[in-house]
């Protein structure tokens, strides 16, 4: 597509369930990001894919979260057993290939998450 | 760890005023450094990049700044701002081999008519 697209744009969940976020990269690129931005913790870093592989997954705060991609495309962040401190806007960036160096990441325009 | 200071969380100017965002990152070791752009309901945009060589780098909207090692800062500026330029502003830093942006806490640009 012309930009990384996000879905759900907005999502409000109740306390306890699941909820899965899902990023479509810009076509062709082999680099996949995830960050979380939220009002007390401003954007934090959450996962790097390079294709399918994860070589850097330090951000995910917790065991609830993860994430996977599949066919280096499509990517799918899971939160299980949401709690209010998730609440925050979620997102997905892509780039052409590996390194930041001499490439620019794109990002989607995020999905926000709400925790009631 | 990297981290990035944004010693200002809001700055308020009057259009065609000069401005100067500031940015300070806690490590100079082969780093690389960004300032980031959101527009009112719109995602990040990339405003403009160090990596090597010249130390001032420039934007296509007349934004430039200047990378400073000694200072471990990375400020930005403009000369003459425009409404248009109200947006909140991220300052961001990763190390040579690293894929993890480290970001600011943003500051707030509003340009007052």
């Known amino acids: 597509g012309a930009g990384v697209s996000q879905s759900p744009s907005n999502k409000v969940t109740e306390k306890g369930k699941d909820v899965e976020l899902r990023c479509d990269p810009i076509?062709?690129?082999?680099?996949l990001y995830w960050y979380r931005q939220s009002l007390g913790q401003g954007l934090e870093f959450l996962i790097y894919?390079?294709?399918?592989?994860?070589?850097?997954k330090s951000g995910l705060p917790s065991d609830r979260f993860s994430a996977e991609r599949t066919g280096g495309s499509v990517s799918t962040l899971t939160i299980q057993r949401t709690q209010q401190e998730d609440s925050a806007v979620y997102l997905c960036?892509?780039?052409?290939?590996?390194?930041?160096?001499?490439?620019?990441?794109?990002f989607g325009e995020g999905s926000w998450l709400t925790v009631v | 760890a990297q981290s990035v200071t944004q010693l200002d969380s809001q700055v308020p100017v009057f259009e065609e005023a000069p401005v100067e965002l500031r940015c300070n990152y806690s490590s100079s070791v082969s780093v690389y450094l960004f300032w980031y752009v959101q527009y009112p309901n719109q995602g990040l945009q990339l405003l403009l990049k160090y990596l090597s060589g010249s130390t001032l780098v420039e934007s296509i909207n007349g934004f430039e700044a200047e990378f400073n090692k000694s200072q471990t800062s990375f400020h930005l500026r403009k000369p003459s701002v425009h409404i248009s330029d109200t947006a909140e502003y991220f300052c961001?830093?990763?190390?040579?081999?690293?894929?993890?942006?480290?970001f600011g806490k943003g500051t707030k640009l509003t340009v007052n008519p």
């Open positions: 961001a830093v990763t190390q040579g081999g690293s894929e993890k942006l480290v």
């Open positions: 960036a892509s780039s052409s290939a590996r390194g930041l160096s001499g490439n620019t990441i794109y």
């Open positions: 076509s062709g690129h082999t680099a």
């Open positions: 894919f390079q294709g399918n592989s994860a070589p850097d």
